[in-house]
């Protein structure tokens, strides 16, 4: 729950255009900010005049939908809950190599939350701007994100409760 409260944070936070991708129940979230279970939904809403959209999803064909509508998208943020519910761990390197090509010209940044850092592989670890560490206590992850990025992180093991680190700079998300 930690994890995706901070996204949901940096999300309230930022001025750009912001999509939250998720399975939480609508209560969960503020009342003000329009909740959607399909990108038709959205297209069709003519009350929302916020420039965040919530998107609570319950299969792997809804979450597509709304990754390939994003895809049109741009000069955005994208916040996902926990891409390894989605996306299977043998097609994640692919996934994400294609949703890097499509997004970066458009100036859509993608954020991702896990518990499961070991799933994604190298290529996107080594293609992540941010990273937030929380409660990591696990020292094989933490040693696996130090090495795909290139630094060594172990000296901040064990990340426990209510302890995080902040690698990247977060002023691209919150344009600040």
């Given at each position: ?69 994003v895809n049109r998208l741009s000069n955005c943020n994208v916040f996902i809950d926990e891409l390894s519910r989605w996306v299977r761990p043998q097609n994640i390197e ?83």
């Amino acid at each position: 729950m930690g994890k995706t409260l901070l996204a949901y944070s940096l999300f309230l936070s930022s001025k750009k255009l912001s999509i939250f991708v998720t399975t939480r129940h609508e209560s969960y979230f503020h009342d003000y900010i329009p909740v959607y279970r399909s990108v038709g939904s959205m297209i069709n809403d003519k009350n929302n005049v916020h420039n965040k959209a919530i998107f609570v999803i319950q299969s792997r064909s809804e979450f597509y939908s709304v990754i390939s509508a994003v895809n049109r998208l741009s000069n955005c943020n994208v916040f996902i809950d926990e891409l390894s519910r989605w996306v299977r761990p043998q097609n994640i390197e692919k996934f994400f190599e294609d949703l890097i090509v499509m997004s970066r010209p458009q100036n859509v940044n993608i954020i991702l939350m896990t518990v499961r850092p070991q799933l994604f592989g190298t290529l996107v670890i080594s293609q992540t701007d941010v990273f937030v560490l929380f409660e990591m206590r696990c020292y094989r992850d933490i040693e696996y994100v130090g090495k795909g990025i290139g630094e060594d992180l172990g000296i901040y093991y064990p990340l426990v409760q209510f302890e995080f680190l902040i690698y990247g700079l977060m002023a691209d998300i919150l344009q600040i």
